[in-house]
C-alpha cells in the first residue's frame, strides 16, 4: 500500500525526489505520513482537497482488500 500510494503522489509532484513516506502499523491497519515538497503540497491537496481525497480513496480501497485500515495523513 505503501507503494501504491508513493507511486501516485510522485506522479502528481513537480519535485519527487522530495516525497518522503513514513509508514507505522497499528493494529488493525496502517498509518501513512506524507511529508512533501512546499511547493508541491496545492497540487497534491488539489482544489478543496479533491486529489488527496482521491489518494485516500484508492488506498482505502486497497487496504479493504486486505482486510485492513488505512490512514493517510499529510502535515502542512
Given at each position: 500500500?505503501k507503494?501504491?500510494?508513493?507511486?501516485?503522489?510522485?506522479?502528481?509532484?513537480?519535485?519527487?525526489?522530495?516525497?518522503?513516506?513514513?509508514?507505522?502499523?497499528?493494529?488493525?491497519?496502517?498509518?501513512?505520513?506524507?511529508?512533501i515538497?512546499?511547493?508541491?503540497?496545492?497540487?497534491?491537496?488539489?482544489?478543496?482537497?479533491?486529489?488527496?481525497?482521491?489518494?485516500?480513496?484508492?488506498?482505502?480501497?486497497?487496504?479493504?482488500?486486505?482486510?485492513?485500515?488505512?490512514?493517510?495523513?499529510?502535515?502542512?
Open positions: 500500500m507503494e501504491l500510494v508513493e507511486y501516485l503522489v510522485k506522479s502528481l509532484a513537480e519535485h519527487p525526489d522530495e516525497v518522503v513516506l513514513i509508514s507505522e502499523e497499528t493494529d488493525d491497519g496502517v498509518s501513512l505520513e506524507l511529508r515538497s512546499p511547493e508541491d503540497l496545492g497540487r497534491i491537496i488539489g482544489k478543496n482537497g479533491n486529489t488527496i481525497n482521491a489518494i485516500r480513496t484508492v488506498l482505502q480501497a486497497a487496504a479493504s482488500s486486505h482486510k485492513k485500515r488505512a490512514k493517510l495523513d499529510v502535515p502542512t
